[in-house]
């Protein structure tokens, strides 16, 4: 998974692991914003197919509301937008 905004580097690029047809999986991934107020997280997943090619889904982007006391709001996604921005 790819991350794109004012965050760490270390925190760009998170790796869910090998996922099989039909699998889910949830993972927590921690992330540091260096800035306050109204900003966008792009997001965009990469995998590689069983012949070793290469992918990168088209990355989206959520609204974020990042304050100065450290408490991070995301607009809410549900599962079914997710599965929709993976296939």
Do not use: W
Request: with cysteine; glycine share 6%; hydrophobic share 35%.
């Amino acid at each position: 998974m790819n991350l794109s905004a004012d965050i760490p580097e270390e925190q760009q690029h998170f790796d869910l692991g090998a996922l099989k047809s039909g699998e889910q999986l949830m993972k927590d991934c921690y992330v540091n914003f260096m800035k306050t107020g109204s900003l966008g997280l792009k997001v965009s997943f990469t995998y590689k197919d069983e012949a070793g090619n290469t992918y990168t889904l088209p990355e989206n982007t959520y609204a974020v509301e990042v304050s100065s006391e450290r408490v991070v709001s995301v607009d809410y996604v549900s599962r079914k937008s997710i599965r929709s921005f993976l296939t």
